[in-house]
């Protein structure tokens, strides 16, 4: 979808993206923006901010085709950034510093871009927006200095920024192998964080895998993260470690509550018995990750009796149904994952005797309505998450977890087995998404669940009338509502069920998609002075009205996409 915002600007189209040039209609900016390379872009299909996009949403004809980033722990201040810059000034001759504070060159720019817009009499109505989140970006990275490094004998150069919590380096064309190596060799030598390299899509695979080997074998570091040489273990231990490092398996250590931990993520591996016997000889893992790979029953029952093992992962992963019953084995078991697989019903009862899990999530797995029904003997299960599962009956199950305060069902075909939600009076938070036999009838369950915070909702009717059961629901804070039947499909929520989402006194994120407005809706919207942000997809609405509401509600965030306006 394209926002209706870009036909009326005469600013250049990279992809999605928008190139602001401010020329004309500038009161309408309504939606997200980033600050890159000294010019504002705009893209109405996104919903961060551009503090948050800056460094991951770059418009498509301006992607560089190398970056290079190191990034400290939780982005902890660890860093020495005059004494880095000084080491690459060493290391490359001709290396700048471009400019000596990187968040006011930032701020400079966008007042140089509120001049131009005051000069021809189009304020620039999101300045005090940008503004913020350049301070609250100054405050995650800290002190920044921006630096070109220049290579190909001065005529290219890698531009970026060296904060004390992160290092950005980006090259618009492909660069000399050994100059990324040496880069990076210098950064990791600072032994302080995680060191990231990638290249454009478009290289050949040969290039892309000899980035991808410059940072396979490192350590990856997270918050309290420490480094591998620095830790004191038996010797065991240490043989342990080491093995698995010698393969390259992606490890982390941290501390968390006093306490070592690492973290395990195997990936695309040709066999994994020999790393579960290094492994289990770890105490200390708290996080193991199976993907693309296979795990056979010996491999587990080597894991088995893992004491500290609280997350389990399989993604995609040959895993026999045998195997499930070593899971009982984790005394700390708290959250499993299992997607892209199946489960038979022995499966799923050695997965209902893990009675301390408390997070769930299974997606595109077969499995029986019955061996589902094993499921309500986790009376510990707080969260769970389903997507695309062959269930009906089944969902019976739900009404036993008396402790589970947030559901998501997505691409479940159930027909008549939803009615198991309203006996769920305990949930905060609920999810049905791209399910068919769900309707604007659902609400009426879903008004008894008073509890509910949050809740996002796709339905193929909406009426009034529907809406209308929501109006017990005071506590919620996030709501949002969509259309899924064709353009064509009488739609029926009018003012009146806008009136009732008005009368809700928690409620501050509220998105509507594919829900046509009118300009009485718009009025009672802007009566949500507790509202903070507001999401209008394909609402019909022009943009006049969201520039209204934005004066209405100035502390509001308004997201806006109309895909069915002329040129889009």
Not at 362 to 377: A, D, I, S
């Amino acid at each position: 979808m394209v926002s209706a915002l870009e036909t009326a600007t005469t600013g250049k189209r990279t992809g999605n993206w928008v190139l602001w040039d401010f020329t004309e209609r500038s009161e309408m900016v309504l939606g997200n923006f980033i600050l890159w390379r000294d010019r504002i872009w705009y893209n109405g299909s996104l919903r961060r901010s551009w503090a948050d996009t800056f460094d991951k949403n770059i418009p498509l004809s301006e992607k560089p085709m190398i970056t290079i980033r190191l990034e400290t722990p939780g982005r902890r201040h660890l860093l020495d950034h005059d004494a880095i810059i000084a080491e690459l000034t060493k290391q490359f001759p001709g290396t700048q510093v471009t400019a000596e504070n990187y968040h006011a060159r930032r701020r400079k720019t966008v007042q140089e871009f509120a001049d131009q817009c005051a000069a021809k009499g189009k304020p620039l109505i999101i300045q005090k927006r940008l503004e913020q989140e350049i301070d609250e970006r100054e405050a995650l990275l800290g002190p920044a200095r921006e630096i070109a490094i220049p290579f190909e004998d001065q005529r290219e150069v890698f531009k970026g920024m060296v904060s004390v919590s992160r290092v950005f380096l980006q090259s618009k064309v492909q660069t000399d192998f050994e100059l990324i190596r040496s880069i990076v060799n210098t950064l990791r030598a600072l032994n302080s964080g995680q060191v990231f390299v990638s290249g454009d899509d478009n290289d050949d695979l040969e290039y892309q895998q000899r980035l991808k080997a410059l940072t396979a074998n490192q350590g990856i570091l997270l918050d309290g993260g420490i480094a591998f040489e620095d830790l004191l273990l038996p010797p065991n231990q240490r043989q342990a470690l080491e093995r698995l490092r010698s393969e390259q398996i992606r490890m982390c250590a941290g501390v968390k509550h006093g306490a070592l931990n690492f973290n395990v993520f195997i990936f695309e591996a040709d066999q994994t018995d020999d790393f579960c016997e290094a492994i289990r000889e770890l105490d200390q893992v708290t996080n193991l990750s199976f993907q693309d790979t296979q795990l056979s029953e010996r491999g587990m029952e080597r894991l088995s009796g893992l004491p500290r093992l609280q997350n389990f992962h399989l993604r995609n992963t040959m895993f026999s149904n045998q195997s499930y019953r070593h899971l009982t084995s984790f005394p700390r078991l708290s959250e499993f994952w299992v997607e892209f697989t199946d489960l038979n019903n022995d499966a799923m009862a050695a997965m209902g005797e893990l009675h301390g899990l408390q997070y769930l999530r299974l997606r595109e797995v077969q499995m029986t309505n019955h061996g589902f029904r094993e499921l309500k003997h986790l009376q510990n299960l707080t969260r769970l998450v389903l997507t695309q599962i062959p269930l009906d009956e089944g969902l019976e199950a739900l009404s036993h977890l008396q402790n589970l305060t947030s559901l998501n069902l997505t691409r479940i075909p159930v027909k008549k087995s939803l009615e198991v939600i309203s006996s769920l009076t305990q949930l905060k938070y609920l999810e049905l998404s791209e399910i068919p036999s769900v309707t604007g009838d659902v609400l009426e369950m879903i008004g008894q669940l008073t509890n509910l915070e949050g809740l996002s909702l796709e339905m193929s009717t909406l009426t009034d009338e529907n809406v209308n059961h929501l109006s017990g629901l005071k506590r919620l804070t996030q709501l949002s509502l969509t259309l899924t039947a064709p353009a064509s499909h009488p739609r029926r929520l009018t003012s009146k069920g806008i009136q009732v989402l008005s009368e809700l006194p928690q409620l501050r994120q509220l998105q509507l998609s594919a829900i046509p407005l009118d300009q009485a809706s718009a009025n009672l919207l802007g009566q949500l002075t507790q509202l903070r942000y507001l999401a209008l997809n394909d609402s019909g609405l022009p943009p006049t009205c969201c520039l209204q509401l934005k004066k209405s509600l100035p502390d509001l965030h308004i997201h806006w996409i109309d895909s069915d306006q002329p040129g889009s």
